[in-house]
Nanobody
Framework: VQLQASGGGSVQAGGSLTLSCAASGIISRDNAMGWFRQAPGKQRGFVAMVTSGGIINYVDSVKGRFTISRDNAKNTVYLQMNSLQPEDTAVYYC??????????WGQGTLVTVSS
């Protein structure tokens, strides 16, 4: 499977961006798609995920500001990011988890938030 992420960019604090990640290839019915991010000098960390059944989870720091959603017909996951802060600056990576298959990663898209 291949993942193509898009939607990154530069915004001022308080602004919004929407990331998209489209998966191509064979996607099993049961899977989870989501996002990690990696800020300069820091480890990659979990942001949000949504399963094909609609279970959603967020890291505490983005709850109430970010919304993850998916279109199963398009194998696409979205991350609506509102009230962005400088600490949200990072490269955002989408991923897909499938049963008995190693995690697949997208190429990353840069989000820069200026104060």
């Amino acid at each position: 499977v291949q993942l193509q992420a898009s939607g990154g960019g530069s915004v001022q604090a308080g602004g919004s961006l929407t990331l998209s990640c489209a998966a191509s290839g064979i996607i099993s019915r049961d899977n989870a798609m989501g996002w990690f991010r990696q800020a300069p000098g820091k480890q990659r960390g979990f942001v949000a995920m949504v399963t094909s059944g609609g279970i959603i989870n967020y890291v505490d720091s983005v709850k109430g500001r970010f919304t993850i959603s998916r279109d199963n017909a398009k194998n696409t996951v979205y991350l609506q990011m509102n009230s962005l802060q400088p600490e949200d600056t990072a490269v955002y990576y989408c991923y897909v988890d499938r049963l008995r298959v190693p995690r697949s990663w997208g190429q990353g898209t840069l989000v820069t938030v200026s104060s």
